[in-house]
C-alpha cells in the first residue's frame, strides 16, 4: 500500500516538473502550427487526397496515423534526460536513502513524464478534430480519433517511451537523441524496397502499421496493404511486451549498479 | 537508537580501501565524527544510510541489521539523511520539494504531511521563501532545505555530513545549534573536518583517518591527548624549526607568537600550554602516520 502511494507521488510530481517545461510546450505547438498549414491544404484541395469519397473511419485512421509520423519525436527526445537529470542533481543519492523501491521510482517517473509529454502532443490532435469535424460535420470522428488514437499511436509511445528513460543510463543524452531520430525514420518510414534492411515491414514498427492494417482493417503505407488480424494483435502485444521488459532491464541494471558502487 | 558496527569494510573498485575494520559504538544524543577529507567519514555515513553496502563486517542501527535488505528498509523508514551534496530539483519550489521528499519517506496522509512540510519551514526560517523555486535558493538556504528534509519524518536516526560548508558563521552557528536541540531524543551523527562544529555540539566522537578509526571518546578525553604536546613560543618573527605542526601564528606588534603541536625535545623558550580540541586533532593526525586505535575508556 506504501509503495502504491508512493508511485501515485512521484508520478504526479514527475508529471508536474515535465508539464512545465516550457521548450515542451514550444516545441509541440511548433508541430501543431505544421500540422495546421497541411491541414489547410486538405481543406482547399479535399479531391486532391481522395477525402470526399473515403468512409468516415479511414479518414481517421489515415488522420490520426499521419500525425504519429512526426510527433513521437519529440517525446522521444523529452524523455531522454528524465533519469540522467536524478544523477545530475545528486537527488538520486537522497532517494535511495529513503523506503520507496526503486522500481516504484521508475516507474512513477516512465508513467507521470510520459503523460505529461503526451499531453502538449494532444493539442495536435484536437487541431485534427476539429479538421475533421469542419470537414466530415459527422461528431462520431472525435470518439473514432480517441479510440484510433489508443489504439494506433499509444502502444508505440509507450514503447519509445521505455527506451527513451532507460537507453540514457548508458548512453550520453544528445547522442541518444541522435540516434533515436535516425531510428525512428529508418525503423517506420523507410521504405523495406531498398537495399538498406528496416524494422518498417515488421509488427516491430511502433508507429502503428500492423496495428492499423490488422486490427482496424485500415492500410497506411504502401508495402502493408493488408495483415491478418493476428499480425495487429501481435504487434500491439509486442509492443507493450517490449516496454514492460525494458522497464524491467533498466530495473535489474539500477539495482546491481546501486550495488557494485 | 544505538549503532553498532563491527569490523567494517569497504573496498571501492580498483582496490581503493575506504574503510579498514572499523569498529565503532555510537550511543543515543550527538556524536561527531572528525577527520580529514578522504578520511572515510562520508563512505560510512552513506554505508549507514543504505546507499552503499559494505564490503565485510556487521552493522547494526537499533535492532535492524544494515546487512539485510529487510533491516536496510526498516532503518531508512527511522532515517533522515543529509548529504554532503544536497541534490534538489531546481524547477520545484521549497515546499513542493519537501511535500515530494514527504511522499517518497512513506508519509501517506496528505494533510499530515503538509502540515509538517509548514512546520519545519518554520523552523529552517524558510516559511516566506517556500514557494520559489529551489534554483533561486542560496547555499544555505539550500542546506536548510536539506536539514528540513532530513527531519520530516521525524527520524530516530539522523545523519548529517558536512552540514555547515559553506555557511556563513551565523548560519553555522544556528545549524549547530539546532542540530544539539534535535539530539535531545534521537541519535544524530555529525560528520566534519571543522572541529568547532564538533567543540560546540558533542560529547562524544569518532576520529577518522585515511579508512581507520583513530579515536573513539569523549572531546574531554580527546583534550587529554594532547596534554604536554602543546607549546607556545614567542619569537622577534623567525619561524621555530623543528618536528611539530604550526597550529596558530600571531604578530604582536614587535613579535610573533607560534602555537606548536608536537614532541619537542628542548623546549627553547616554548612555554606548555593547556591544548584545545584542535590541538588535539592535529596531534592526532600527526600521530596516525601509523594507524592505532584509541579507545578512551
Not at chain 1, 502538449?120 to 470518439?143: A, E, R
Not at chain 2, 590541538?279 to 596516525?288: A, K, N, P, Q
Request: net charge positive; proline share 5%; charged share 15%.
Amino acid at each position: 500500500m506504501h509503495q502504491a502511494r508512493i508511485l501515485l507521488g512521484v508520478l504526479a510530481y514527475e508529471f508536474k516538473m515535465q508539464i512545465r517545461r516550457r521548450s515542451l510546450w514550444i516545441v509541440f505547438i511548433g508541430f501543431a502550427a505544421i500540422i495546421i498549414r497541411i491541414l489547410l491544404n486538405l481543406i482547399a484541395q479535399p479531391e486532391l487526397y481522395g477525402l470526399d469519397n473515403l468512409r468516415l473511419s479511414t479518414v481517421v485512421a489515415r488522420g490520426v496515423f499521419t500525425l504519429n509520423i512526426l510527433l513521437p519525436i519529440p517525446l522521444g527526445i523529452f524523455l531522454a534526460d528524465r533519469l540522467p537529470r536524478d544523477r545530475r542533481t545528486g537527488v538520486d543519492e537522497l532517494f535511495t536513502s529513503m523506503p520507496g523501491y526503486l522500481s516504484t521510482r521508475i516507474v512513477g517517473k516512465y508513467l507521470g513524464s510520459t503523460l505529461a509529454t503526451i499531453i502538449p502532443m494532444f493539442v495536435s490532435y484536437t487541431i485534427l478534430i476539429g479538421f475533421l469535424l469542419y470537414q466530415t460535420h459527422n461528431v462520431f470522428s472525435i470518439p473514432l480519433v480517441l479510440v484510433d488514437f489508443l489504439l494506433i499511436v499509444v502502444p508505440g509511445l509507450l514503447f519509445v517511451a521505455a527506451f527513451s528513460i532507460a537507453c540514457p543510463t548508458i548512453l550520453w543524452v544528445p547522442l541518444y537523441q541522435f540516434l533515436f531520430v535516425g531510428y525512428w525514420f529508418w525503423g517506420n518510414s523507410y521504405s523495406p524496397n531498398t537495399i538498406i534492411p528496416t524494422l518498417s515491414r515488421t509488427i516491430l514498427t511502433p508507429i502503428g502499421t500492423y496495428i492499423s492494417t490488422g486490427i482496424l482493417g485500415i492500410p497506411q503505407v504502401p508495402w502493408v496493404q493488408s495483415a491478418p488480424f493476428w499480425e495487429g494483435l501481435a504487434s500491439l502485444l509486442l509492443l507493450l511486451g517490449i516496454t514492460v521488459l525494458v522497464l524491467y532491464v533498466l530495473w535489474r541494471y539500477l539495482s546491481w549498479e546501486q550495488a557494485r558502487q | 537508537m544505538q549503532i553498532e558496527i563491527d569490523r567494517l569494510n569497504k573496498v571501492y573498485r580498483g582496490g581503493i580501501h575506504a574503510l579498514n575494520d572499523v569498529d565503532l559504538t555510537i550511543p543515543s544524543g550527538m556524536f561527531g565524527l572528525l577527520g580529514p577529507n578522504g578520511a572515510g567519514k562520508t563512505t560510512l555515513m552513506r554505508i549507514l544510510a543504505g546507499i552503499l553496502r559494505p564490503t565485510s563486517g556487521d552493522l547494526y542501527i537499533g535492532e535492524y541489521d544494515g546487512n539485510m535488505e529487510k533491516g536496510r528498509m526498516a532503518i531508512k523508514r527511522v532515517l533522515g539523511y543529509l548529504p554532503q551534496e544536497l541534490g534538489v530539483y531546481p524547477d520545484l519550489s521549497a515546499r513542493e520539494f519537501l511535500d515530494y521528499i514527504g511522499i517518497l519517506k512513506g508519509m501517506d496522509d496528505r494533510k499530515t504531511r503538509q502540515k509538517k512540510v509548514g512546520e519545519l519551514l518554520e523552523v529552517v526560517s524558510l516559511t516566506n521563501v517556500a514557494n520559489r523555486k529551489l534554483k533561486t535558493f542560496s547555499g544555505g538556504m539550500k542546506r536548510r532545505i536539506g536539514i528540513a528534509q532530513a527531519l520530516l519524518n521525524n527520524p530516530k536516526l539522523l545523519i548529517v555530513d558536512e552540514p555547515t560548508a559553506g555557511l556563513d558563521p551565523e548560519e553555522r552557528i544556528r545549524f549547530r545549534n539546532l542540530l544539539s536541540e534535535l539530539a535531545g531524543d534521537r541519535t544524530v551523527l555529525l560528520s566534519t573536518h571543522i572541529v568547532e562544529d564538533i567543540a560546540q555540539t558533542c560529547r562524544n566522537l569518532a576520529i577518522m583517518n585515511n579508512g581507520y578509526v583513530i579515536f573513539q571518546g569523549t572531546t574531554a578525553d580527546l583534550t587529554l591527548e594532547a596534554r604536554g604536546k602543546v607549546w607556545t613560543v614567542t619569537t622577534a618573527g623567525s619561524k621555530p624549526q623543528g618536528d611539530f605542526t604550526v597550529v596558530s601564528t600571531m604578530h604582536m606588534g614587535d613579535s610573533v607568537q607560534y602555537r606548536l603541536v608536537g614532541e619537542l625535545a628542548s623546549p627553547n623558550g616554548a612555554v606548555p600550554t593547556e591544548p584545545s580540541l584542535e590541538d588535539s586533532y592535529v596531534w592526532l593526525m600527526r600521530e596516525s602516520r601509523t594507524p592505532r586505535v584509541i579507545v578512551a575508556s
